[in-house]
């Protein structure tokens, strides 16, 4: 079963934009990451987020966490074309990763 | 290796045949996770392994599935009779030690196709 939904399923952008992508989760969490997918097949640890932290940056991406509202968001500033994937948030438990359904992002030049 | 390699990267097979897919982890961790993902969808969890021991295998669907890791590395994710339905893209990953906290390392995946 899918934990969370992002929010949108699909967003195209020109590249230079900012895209923010967010996911809603519905259980208690321990952290919240992102993963990137390129052409549906392996998946890239992007960051993660502890329970406790409110919000974190990594290069061109910053992510917040509302725990109250079971919300996260993930930011890409001045997107590429090569930003181009699908972008999951997952939660985490000691044992597995519950992803979401995923927001395909495409950045055109 | 650098990294987790699948194999194969693709399969075809017959609807009722027996398949197996092969994870090889990043050397040295324990942690040891199979995933399915369907089309327009997220990965599901199948089965975690904590060294050789399957520590968590509440997301296998079916008992046609089945999961080893002999010797606390590779891992073959094991389908019997395979259907339509298992048609996906099956993802492992490893990670240092597992736990709440630690980074998943994944692989391409097998694209498994039943027909």
């Known amino acids: 079963s899918q934990q969370g939904e992002e929010d949108p399923q699909a967003l195209s952008i020109q590249e230079g934009e900012n895209a923010t992508m967010n996911c809603s989760y519905k259980?208690?969490?321990?952290?919240l990451q992102w993963y990137r997918q390129n052409s549906g097949r392996g998946l890239v640890h992007l960051i993660l987020?502890?329970?406790?932290?409110r919000e974190k940056h990594s290069g061109r991406l910053r992510v917040t966490l509302d725990t109250s509202k079971k919300s996260s968001s993930l930011l890409i500033t001045a997107s590429r074309a090569a930003d181009t994937a699908s972008y999951f948030c997952?939660?985490?438990?000691?044992?597995?990763?519950?992803f979401g359904t995923g927001t395909r992002l495409q950045v055109t030049l | 290796g650098a990294g987790v390699s699948q194999t194969p990267s693709n399969k075809v097979t017959e609807k009722g045949k027996y398949v197996e897919l092969r994870c090889d982890p990043i050397?040295?961790?324990?942690?040891l996770y199979w995933y399915r993902q369907s089309l327009g969808q997220g990965p599901e969890f199948l089965i975690y392994?904590?060294?050789?021991?399957?520590?968590?295998d509440s997301g296998l669907p079916n008992d046609r599935f089945f999961a080893v890791r002999p010797e606390g590395s590779v891992s073959t994710l094991k389908i019997q009779r395979t259907e339509r339905g298992d048609s996906a893209v099956y993802l492992c990953?490893?990670?240092?030690?597992?736990?709440?906290?630690?980074?998943?390392?994944f692989g391409q995946g097998t694209r498994l196709t039943v027909v």
């Open positions: 990953a490893s990670s240092l030690t597992g736990g709440v906290n630690t980074e998943a390392f």
């Open positions: 997952a939660t985490g438990t000691a044992s597995k990763l519950t």
């Open positions: 392994f904590q060294g050789t021991g399957a520590a968590d």
């Open positions: 987020i502890r329970s406790n932290e």
């Open positions: 050397s040295g961790h324990t942690a």
């Open positions: 259980t208690s969490i321990n952290n």
